[in-house]
């Protein structure tokens, strides 16, 4: 257990430094390191087909991969079936390998979908900044979701700080795509856990 954790916690950390590189290097060494780092690489600047694919390929090669089966539970989950919805699955390993933080990760994505959820979705993305300070799709997803619940002044904070470290246009994009929804006059938030309001997301 002891030496497939430190395997899997330094397939973590190569996959988290993919996103400090411009897309076309993030790709070529993801391909150099495993299907599953194709497809989180994919995932993230939104080639979802290909993801799938590639999650199926890294399913193949080694389903028994926590990391593997969060890619599995998060592109191929069925939420219309609790005991094989993603948030079941992703639940089920983060218990099973709580010192992994990309489960964590991928539990705050889609927690973050689920209104009475968002509170828990940014406690968990805190944990992973705290863990991975300047991490980008935590970034993302912190700035999203406190948009979603209509903390405009922290969302803008979190947007900012991903601007200013995105090191590719495709993550500068998505801060941009995010600054422009809080300054439109008429963004109205979506209703849900007011919890978090207020607070410094930090």
């Known amino acids: 257990m ?20 411009e897309l076309p ?8 390191i495993s299907p599953y780092a194709e497809a989180e690489v994919h995932f993230a600047t939104q080639r979802f087909r290909t993801a799938i694919k590639r999650t199926i390929d890294a399913n193949e090669a080694d389903p028994e991969s926590p990391l593997v089966r969060m890619m599995v539970a998060f592109c191929l989950g069925q939420p219309d079936i609790p005991e094989r919805s993603p948030e079941t699955r992703l639940r089920s390993i983060v218990h099973e390998w709580p010192s992994l933080r990309r489960p964590k990760l991928y ?6 979908t689920i209104p009475i959820q968002r509170g828990a979705a940014l406690d968990l993305y805190r944990e992973h900044l705290r863990q991975e300070p300047g991490d980008l799709q935590a970034l993302l997803g ?3 979701t406190l948009l979603m619940l209509g903390d405009r002044e922290q969302a803008a904070a979190a947007a900012m700080e991903l601007w200013e470290a995105a090191p590719t246009w495709r993550w500068a994009c998505a801060a941009l795509r995010l600054l422009l929804k809080l300054a439109a006059t008429d963004f109205q938030p979506q209703p849900g856990d007011d919890s978090a309001r207020g607070k410094a997301w930090r």
């Not at 497939?4 to 590189?21: D, G």
């Not at 290097?25 to 150099?32: G, M, R, V």
């Not at 539990?107 to 973050?112: G, P």
């Open 2 to 21: 002891t030496t497939e954790l430190s395997e899997y916690t330094a397939q973590e950390q190569a996959v988290s430094e993919l996103f400090h590189l």
């Open 107 to 112: 539990l705050a994505m889609i927690l973050s």
């Open 142 to 144: 912190v700035s999203a």
């Open 25 to 32: 290097s993030a790709l070529a060494k993801a391909k150099s």
